[in-house]
């Protein structure tokens, strides 16, 4: 993919199966929000100084893309799954 400033242009990439998006607070500080495909693989989509604000924007992904949403930035050490609606 190639970028002249917000203009970029490239070749799609095709994942296999997309499994779930994840939120975890990173080692800056930074809630990040992942999608996991392919079984163990995974992208950042976006980083969010506040949990809420990450949760909230995990779960618009999880509904668009009809997945599943596991929340390790609320508690690290105990991640789990949270029910999101889709429709």
């Known amino acids: 993919m190639s970028?002249?400033?917000p203009i970029e242009?490239?070749?799609w990439v095709?994942?296999?199966?997309?499994?779930?998006?994840a939120v975890f607070?990173?080692?800056?500080?930074f809630y990040?929000?992942?999608l996991w495909y392919d079984?163990?693989?995974r992208f950042n989509l976006s980083n969010y100084a506040e949990l809420d604000d990450a949760l909230m924007g995990a779960k618009e992904i999880t509904?668009?893309?009809?997945?599943?949403l596991y929340d390790a930035g609320t508690d690290p050490y105990n991640g789990r799954w949270e029910e999101?609606?889709?429709g």
């Not at 095709?14 to 998006?21: A, P, R, S």
């Not at 509904?63 to 599943?68: T, V, Y």
């Open 39 to 41: 079984e163990n693989r």
């Open 9 to 11: 242009w490239g070749d």
């Open 32 to 34: 990040e929000v992942n």
């Open 84 to 86: 999101v609606q889709v």
């Open 25 to 29: 607070l990173n080692a800056k500080d």
């Open 63 to 68: 509904q668009l893309l009809a997945l599943d």
């Open 3 to 5: 970028a002249i400033g």
């Open 14 to 21: 095709k994942y296999d199966e997309l499994n779930y998006v």
